[in-house]
């Protein structure tokens, strides 16, 4: 099966001073499944085009293609909806300062920092969900039974694991028996132990993402690199 790709990947979630860390989803893949199916002549680059809008379908695309082409589209859609969200994450205090001592400055502090992480993980966990449903619908189009996909669904599972271990150390911190409070650039609280090992979660979700999005990365340059598309093929900036 001819294998083809979108731009899409997503950011990382680290405790840097600012990450972006949703999951960017696979156009390619769409293409990939579709044209292994297809006995039809269509390009990578013509269905990226008609899903996006930049090229009509023809009047003699077959259903299939059809198909592919509003799967396409609705990956598309979730994309953008995903760098909305990102956008308005990245201007709440929690995501200009994603773990540093701030966000843990008080009670009230942590607490607001965990409604807009699970705010965001909820919204970012919903698209994981709507584009695995497509993801499903198109596998009814793949005769290849060896196609691996696991790339993808590392990097949802890693996302998942991230949000989980994220939001349990914000709860953690905005329980108010905790007292957390900052002092000498040191955040402070009741039961430092639980702290510190939740710290350690996230650590280590984070370093399992990083290693998850650079497979998840490179993979989409190989199916890049064969199908010849681009980043505005499919309607985005390169």
């Excluded at 695995?132 to 599972?157: A, R």
Aim: aromatic residues 8%.
């Amino acid at each position: 099966m001819q294998m083809s790709n979108a731009n899409l990947p997503r950011g990382a979630p680290t405790p840097a001073k600012k990450s972006t860390w949703p999951v960017r989803l696979v156009v390619g893949v769409i293409v990939a499944i579709f044209i292994g199916h297809s006995r039809h002549s269509v390009s990578s680059r013509d269905l990226a085009k008609e899903a996006s809008g930049q090229q009509a379908v023809s009047p003699t695309a077959s259903s299939e293609e059809k198909q592919a082409v509003g799967l396409i589209a609705q990956i598309i859609a979730l994309h953008k909806e995903g760098d909305n969200r990102d956008t308005a994450f990245e201007k709440t205090f929690v995501g200009t300062h994603l773990l540093e001592p701030a966000t843990f400055s008080s009670t009230a502090v942590a607490s607001q920092s965990l409604e807009d992480i699970s705010a965001y993980c909820a919204s970012t966990m919903d698209r994981i969900n709507r584009t695995q449903i497509v993801f499903s619908q198109l596998k009814e189009l793949d005769t290849d039974d060896h196609t691996d996909f696991s790339w993808v669904d590392n990097q949802f599972k890693a996302s998942r694991e991230w949000c989980s271990a994220a939001e349990n150390l914000y709860q953690y911190a905005s329980d108010p028996t905790r007292n957390i409070h900052v002092s000498g650039g040191i955040v402070r609280l009741v039961g430092v132990d639980g702290y510190n090992e939740r710290i350690a979660a996230v650590n280590a979700a984070s370093k399992k993402f990083a290693a998850a999005d650079a497979a998840f990365k490179e993979a989409q340059r190989k199916l890049h690199q064969k199908d010849g598309t681009t980043p505005s093929d499919y309607g985005f900036k390169p």
